[in-house]
């Protein structure tokens, strides 16, 4: 360790180098993780809120919500302690000024799904609603009326709810009584007939063991149902890959800059040996030396990253998980010196006499 620091002393700049690559990819690495867990959020928000244990869906809708259909009274055949059911549509939203795409939650307020109001009220009346806190954001407060596509019903909202987000819209809460008169299509499908059952796309449970599904129905648990909701999985793939060709990117780099290190000082690393140090000796100061510059580029990295989060607009979807960061960091560590056993290699392959001689 004492020669590995003596040698980053005497030549800052070469190693300060490298030190700026594993600062720049670990920056990388810490935002793209960052930028997978809000946008992941984004999708999946309105879900974890439930903390619900399983999901009921119609088992011909593969998986899919709004390709579910089924009468709200089967929520009585299905085995769990406590059951909510749940109608959704998207629709835009419109209070005058500022319109918005959201997701329309059509749910029962005695059941365990029912937010509770960060700011305002819960809906009591006829055509109210609680919305997700992130429409205030986009201009929208508490009492404006909205104008509904595909619908001729207005709604008024009456609180706002936080963590409200599902498939990446914000979510508007509602009586399941009101949402068949804002469903779209629903007032020509009601028009000259009698009453027709409640339908709802999705039952929700917690506790209770799916032995006996009811027939029609798919169970799966929640977290089944995130990974299926569209694009959410590929989303996150695709970002995880990129994360993925970073450390490898980082590992390609880090063996480059340090070969070019090793083979410029053969000739004294065989002098070196010439006087009776061990390879092994050698070897661990350049693998101290990577350790040593990696671990300072990635807490700079790692400041950097959590200082720019300070300033990003709320409407970029970037949130910090610090315990993936601090795994992801400590990847880049181990990356790092993996790519640092080349130089070991080339160390370990040197000849005193001919590296004095050469």
Same mark, same amino acid.
């Given at each position: 360790?004492?020669?590995?620091?003596?040698? +980053?002393k005497q030549n800052k700049l070469r190693f300060a180098l490298v030190t700026a690559v594993l600062l720049l990819v670990?920056?990388?690495?810490?935002?793209? &993780?960052?930028?997978?867990?809000?946008?992941?959020?984004?999708?999946?928000?309105?879900?974890?809120?439930?903390?619900?244990?399983?999901?009921? /869906?119609?088992?011909? !809708?593969?998986?899919? /919500? $709004?390709?579910?259909?089924?009468?709200?009274? %089967?929520?009585?055949?299905?085995?769990?302690?406590?059951?909510?059911?749940? !109608?959704?549509?998207?629709?835009?939203?419109?209070?005058?000024?500022?319109?918005?795409?959201?997701?329309?939650?059509?749910?029962?307020?005695?059941? @365990?799904?029912?937010?509770?109001?960060?700011?305002?009220?819960? @809906?009591?009346?006829?055509?109210?609603?609680?919305? &997700?806190?992130?429409?205030?954001?986009?201009?929208?407060? +508490?009492?404006?009326?909205?104008?509904? &596509?595909? *619908?001729?019903?207005? %709604? $008024?909202?009456?609180?706002?709810?936080?963590?409200?987000?599902?498939?990446? !819209?914000?979510? /508007?809460?509602?009586? %399941?009584?009101? @949402?068949?008169?804002?469903?779209?299509?629903?007032?020509?499908?009601?028009?000259?007939?009698?009453?027709?059952?409640?339908?709802?796309?999705?039952?929700?449970?917690?506790?209770?063991?799916?032995?006996?599904?009811?027939?029609?129905?798919?169970?799966?648990?929640?977290?089944?149902?995130?990974?299926?909701?569209?694009?959410?999985?590929?989303?996150? /793939? $695709?970002?995880?890959?990129?994360?993925?060709?970073?450390?490898?990117?980082?590992a390609a780099v880090v063996a480059i800059f340090l070969y070019v290190l090793t083979v410029q000082k053969i000739s004294?690393?065989?002098?070196?040996?010439?006087?009776?140090?061990? *390879?092994?000796?050698?070897s661990r100061s350049v693998i101290a030396q990577t350790f040593i510059l990696a671990v300072i580029g990635v807490l700079?990295?790692?400041?950097?990253?959590?200082?720019?989060?300070?300033?990003?607009?709320?409407?970029?979807?970037?949130? @910090?998980?610090?315990?993936?960061?601090?795994?992801?960091?400590?990847? %880049?560590?181990?990356?790092?010196?993996?790519?640092?056993?080349?130089?070991?290699?080339?160390?370990?392959?040197?000849?005193?006499?001919? !590296?004095?001689?050469?």
């Amino acid at each position: 360790m004492f020669l590995a620091w003596k040698e +980053i002393k005497q030549n800052k700049l070469r190693f300060a180098l490298v030190t700026a690559v594993l600062l720049l990819v670990s920056y990388l690495v810490f935002f793209l &993780s960052g930028l997978a867990s809000g946008l992941a959020g984004l999708n999946r928000e309105a879900v974890d809120k439930w903390q619900a244990d399983g999901i009921y /869906l119609t088992d011909e !809708a593969d998986k899919s /919500l $709004t390709q579910s259909m089924m009468e709200a009274d %089967l929520a009585d055949k299905v085995e769990a302690d406590e059951t909510a059911v749940l !109608a959704q549509t998207n629709v835009i939203a419109d209070n005058g000024d500022v319109k918005s795409g959201v997701s329309l939650f059509g749910i029962r307020p005695d059941e @365990f799904i029912m937010p509770e109001p960060t700011e305002g009220d819960k @809906f009591s009346e006829a055509l109210e609603v609680v919305a &997700s806190d992130s429409l205030k954001e986009e201009g929208f407060s +508490i009492g404006d009326e909205l104008d509904l &596509s595909g *619908s001729d019903v207005t %709604l $008024t909202i009456t609180g706002f709810t936080d963590e409200a987000r599902f498939n990446a !819209a914000p979510v /508007l809460y509602m009586n %399941l009584d009101d @949402f068949k008169k804002v469903r779209p299509g629903a007032a020509a499908q009601s028009a000259g007939r009698e009453e027709q059952p409640e339908m709802v796309n999705v039952i929700i449970v917690r506790g209770g063991q799916p032995d006996n599904v009811p027939k029609d129905l798919e169970y799966m648990e929640s977290e089944t149902f995130i990974e299926n909701l569209p694009g959410y999985t590929e989303q996150n /793939l $695709t970002l995880t890959f990129m994360i993925y060709f970073l450390f490898a990117i980082s590992a390609a780099v880090v063996a480059i800059f340090l070969y070019v290190l090793t083979v410029q000082k053969i000739s004294m690393f065989g002098v070196m040996k010439a006087q009776g140090i061990s *390879s092994a000796y050698l070897s661990r100061s350049v693998i101290a030396q990577t350790f040593i510059l990696a671990v300072i580029g990635v807490l700079i990295g790692f400041g950097l990253t959590v200082l720019t989060g300070q300033f990003l607009p709320a409407a970029v979807p970037v949130s @910090f998980d610090y315990g993936m960061m601090a795994i992801y960091g400590a990847v %880049l560590i181990v990356v790092a010196i993996l790519g640092a056993l080349v130089s070991v290699w080339t160390i370990v392959k040197i000849d005193p006499l001919e !590296a004095i001689s050469g």
